[in-house]
């Protein structure tokens, strides 16, 4: 008998960012946090767990390559956390195989290169997770797997959703009661679409477990950030998603990009993560958006950063094609438009802007700037993949190189 | 019977950063501020002031060419305000010539280049005022004048004085308490040295004025800041500058440049004036202070930044050349060093990092990344210059370029 499952999981972005935690150990974090869940078409994680009596020990293999599980490391936590649910579950019924105590082999890998310097965190270790509780047959609902997930990234709770997701901060200090809801399936607004600019950059980047850390003891303002501004901003955020207002959506996404990169810049010593080129993506959506409101129209597009100098650029399906047009007017592509929604036809991407543009506002800048362009959309929530999508072989290990 | 009087006045770069105005009209702050007298001898604006009862209107020349003095313009407020200081004193002296019912010949000039982008309207309004002040032989204090340049523009005040310098917020609603005061001389702490670096921006800038007016509506933080930040450092950094303790005065000096900036960013749509370059010299400060600090040393360089992407870094006399040697390492220079203080001698400057400096946290730029390196130090307030000096000919017009 085989014991094994396999799942993939995708990646979210955050438009009420994550920055600090109150409690390094559990991932409790200083606010509650929303993100939207991008669709696994274009980009996922995805992982094999399996667990065998002739196991000698926990291994694990990201893209290949064999990791080390450190004793009390965030992947130790979330598999004895697993394992732990699995206990409970054969204590409940006494036929179940006793799969706790076996030990676990686990394969991942992601179909995005890390070097595009997209956060894998949250894909995988909300797929690390789903796939324990598939293998383990769980009865867990998805927020009480986000509690694990949780301990292995804190962004990664929020991917245990598809659609729009809020991670709720909670109050308890054994963190039970953060956790991730989902505020609206995907179903409920599936015009929502974003583009990643993939950003080249040369600088070594603050990791994020750090840099936080550095802003919670340093910054006065993310103080004030945490207990004045993100409560409100939560609400408004849900409310805009659940009645798919694009405008405010994209008004407070925005602003919320920006209050994080300011807490990270009033840390001690700074931290930046927008580049030069990050701040021309931001001037490009702001023309965009004033052309549009002067004309009495709505916001169109709204940017998002994380901790680097991608860009997101949130924005309904309609306004997608306008959107790469300008992209790829300032910044010329090496490679042609890869477009998975078929918008361009046989020409492709010319590079364009809209009439009314301010084509100054920004000097067009060299190829490569923006490696890469990828268009995607909201989607769903992790998914259990067939047995022959596993990552292990017969053997329990990954196929040989 | 000529009169005329020829004043120059410094620049002044502020360790806490005005940035709001709770009365534009009057130019009133949201906080108070501080900052640092530069040297006249390296940066000055000078201006020539005449009244003569055959002029038959207000004239203003700046750097040669005629500018129109609009009514109710910051320039024309300034020469109404000095006017009624004059017909007070008329008025108390009745053999006291007319000056005050004459018109005003005015010319001005700065010895640095407009496009360095350093902010001549400091020195240029204190120049104004002081030169007005000296021609209508007023007895005002420099804090009563300062409460007129800084309704030409708010940092003006702030060049009424040498040495260190507050700018206190106030709390009348005629802003008659909205003054510069001297913290302390120039003689109390000479060896205080200022590198410019010049910073090359293609960017087109949000002017101060109305940049500070979008944070005032739009960021949450900037309440913050005002109520609960400023007040608190103001105290720490007039301490540090009165003890001469030079490692609190460079962690506060740099704390706030990076708060005003973060201030900017959580701005609606936000303001960035630090650029790459910027970003770079930041890191290259923070780790030659690393090297220092970690080997139980004192903190040895503060960066600020204003309004653009142009560095300035505090440092004391004895670091000056390290800090010179090390910018000019990463951002090597077109033209030769002007080495005023004699630092370097016959060699010039090489370029090089101090012992157990890492070399990666940045990586080299091309020439003229840093456009010019500008090496001063702490200086004295406005000067009254001699005849010879003067910017207006013998017909009370600027000589034919």
Chains 1, 2 share one sequence.
């Not at 009495?296 to 047009?325: H, M, Q, R, S």
Request: charged share 20%; aromatic share 8%; net charge neutral.
């Amino acid at each position: 008998m085989v014991y094994q499952a396999t799942v993939s999981a995708p990646v979210n972005i955050a438009c009420i960012k994550y920055w600090g935690k109150r409690d390094t150990k559990l991932i409790l974090p200083t606010n509650s946090s929303l993100s939207v869940t991008l669709d696994q078409d274009h980009l996922r994680s995805t992982t094999t767990s399996r667990a065998d009596p002739s196991f000698t020990k926990d291994r694990l293999w990201l893209n290949g390559v064999e990791e080390e599980i450190k004793p009390n490391s965030r992947t130790a936590t979330c598999i004895t956390e697993m394992k732990r649910l699995r206990a409970n579950l054969e204590a409940k019924n006494p036929n179940e195989p006793k799969l706790s105590q076996f030990h676990v082999h686990i394969a991942s890998k992601n179909n995005f290169p890390t070097a595009a310097g997209l956060a894998s965190s949250a894909s995988g270790f909300a797929a690390l997770v789903k796939s324990l509780a598939t293998l383990y047959q769980l009865p867990s609902t998805p927020s009480e797997l986000s509690l694990i997930a949780r301990q292995g990234s804190g962004s990664a709770c929020r991917s245990l959703f598809g659609g729009f997701v809020a991670w709720e901060m909670g109050s308890s200090p054994d963190g039970s009661d953060s956790l991730a809801i989902e505020v609206a399936s995907r179903e409920h607004w599936p015009e929502m679409h974003a583009l990643i600019c993939v950003v080249s950059d040369d600088k070594k980047g603050t990791s994020s477990t750090s840099g936080m850390q550095r802003t919670v003891e340093t910054s006065a303002l993310l103080q004030y950030r945490i207990k004045h501004v993100v409560p409100e901003r939560m609400k408004l955020v849900s409310e805009a998603i659940k009645t798919r207002d694009f405008n405010t959506f994209a008004k407070i996404t925005m602003q919320d990009s920006n209050q994080f990169h300011a807490v990270a810049l009033d840390t001690e010593p700074p931290i930046f993560y927008m580049n030069d080129v990050s701040r021309a993506i931001i001037s490009l959506v702001v023309e965009y958006n004033r052309v549009s409101v002067d004309a009495g129209g709505p916001i169109k597009a709204a940017y998002t950063y994380d901790a680097g100098p991608n860009a997101v650029i949130y924005t309904l399906k309609e306004n997608a094609k306008e959107i790469i047009e300008l992209i790829v007017k300032y910044f010329p592509q090496a490679n042609q438009f890869r477009d998975p929604f078929g918008l361009f036809g046989e020409n492709g991407v010319q590079g364009k802007v809209v009439d009314g543009f301010n084509t100054t506002v920004v000097k067009p800048f060299g190829i490569g700037a923006v490696k890469e362009l990828i268009h995607t959309q909201v989607g769903d929530g992790p998914r259990v993949l067939a047995t022959e999508e596993a990552l292990l072989g017969d053997e329990g290990l990954p196929p040989k190189a």
